[in-house]
C-alpha cells in the first residue's frame, strides 16, 4: 500500500518533470487511486512504481487518465437536465450566439447530452461548447463521440426522464457494440486541452458545466477553479455543478443566487 | 472501548435498513462523536430514505454534500451513487469512480478512510447484507486499532455479509440489534 509520505513524493516527481500539479487534490480519493494503479500494474515496490512514472512518458499518460476519474453518463441526474432543458436554455435562447463550457468533460457523455438538448431547442446552430480537459486521451474519446451500445438502454432511459420526446436512438447509429453518434452534434464542439489547476481563463461564457470534478479537489484548489469560473461568466450567465457539490464555502457565493433546487447558480453581480 | 470514539461508521445492505430503524430512536441524543451510515442503495435523486431516518431519531440526519465538515452528534448518510471518504482535515469528499462490489456507495472505502484518518479513535459496524463489501473495511478499521462490531448473523435478514466478516476479520463483537445499540449509548 502507497502511504501519505510515498503519494507526496509522486506528486512531487509529476510536477517536476511534467508539470502536472495534483498537490491540491483530494487526499483520500487520489491514494485510492494511485493504490488502485499500483495493484492493476502490478508494481513490485514502490520503488518501482515511481522508476516508472520518472522514466516512461508513455506510463504518464496512462497514469492521468487513472488517477483522474473518468466515470461519466449521459443525461445524468435527469432532473438537472429537465430544468436545464425547460428553464435555463429557453433564457440563453435570447442570445444571439451562445457560448457554453464544459470543464472537465472527460469521455464527452454529457457534452452529447447537451448538445441533443441545444438541437431540439433549435439552438444548436447559434451555440459554441467548448469542451475541456487535462487529459488528452479522453479528449479523443470525446472526439470521436462513439459510446459503449450496452449503455444506451441506460441513456435511453435517462434521455425519457428529462423529458426526450424524440427516438433517444435516432441520435446513433448502432455497429457492433458501440453507438456512433450522429456527426452533426459535434459540429459545434471544440475540444481542448486545459488543465483547471494550472490553466487560465480563455473566454466568457453564458453556461459552465463542471460537473463532478472538484469533488476531487481539496477546498483551497476549488475556490482557485471558482474564481477562475468566476472571471469567465457574464453577467446572467450560469454556474452548473455535480448534485453534490456547492458554492457555499466560496467567497463567490454572494455573487450567485441559486436556480430552485438543482446545482445550477445565476450570477448577479 | 479503551479508546475514545471519534466516529462510527455503520454499514449496511439487504436487510439492514429494519435494523438502522430499531437503532436510531433508540440513541441518545448526546453523542460525542459523528455516525457515519452507508447503505446500498438505488440511484435516485429522491429523499425517502433520508426523510425515512430523519423521522426516527431526534439527532440532525444529514445526507453528505462534499467536503461537509464531520460534526459530533450528526448522523451522516453516504449519498446515492458516490463513494463517501473521510479525509485528514475532517471533512468529507465524495468520489464518483467506478463501483466497488458493484455498489456505489460501498463500505469498504468508507471505513477503509475512516480507518486512515481516525485510526484508534474509530469504531465500525457491519450489518445485514447479501454480499461481503465491508469486509475489507472491517480489516482496515481493525488494523489500524480501531473496533469492530457485526450485527450477530442469526439475527440478520441477509446473514452473508456479517458471515463474512466474521470469517474474515477479527472482529471484537458479535452483537444482537438490542446489544449493537446499548454499546453505542454506552461509549
Redesign the interface.
Known sequence: MIDEEELNIIVTDVFDLYGYDFNLY????L???LNRLFIMDKFPSFAEFRHKINSDPHYLNRFVEEIT?N?TEMFR?P?FYKVLKNEILPSLGTHPFIRIWHAGCSTGEEVYSMAILLKEAGLLQKSLIYATDLNPSVLVKARGGIFPLSQMQLYSENYIATGGANDFSSYYTANYDRAIFNADLREKMIFSTHNLVSDASFNEFHLILCR?V???F??EL?EKVFKLFDSSLGKLAYLCL?????IR?SKIENNYVQHGKEKIWRKIK | MKNNCNIIAIGGSAGSLEVLLKILPNLKTTLKFAVVIVLHRKKTSDTTLLDLLNSRTDLPVREVEDKDIITAGTIFIAPPDYHLLAESNNTFSLDYSEKINYSRPSIDPTFETIADVYKKNALAILLSGANADGVNGLKAIKNNGGVVIVQNPETAEVPYMPEQAILNVDVNYVLNVDQIIEFINGL
Do not use: M
Not at chain 1, 455535480?242 to 456547492?246: H, I, N, V, Y
Open positions: 483530494s487526499k483520500a480519493s491514494k485510492r487511486r476519474v466515470v441526474d432532473s463532478n472538484l469533488i476531487y481539496d477546498q476549488q455535480g448534485s453534490k457539490e456547492t464555502f
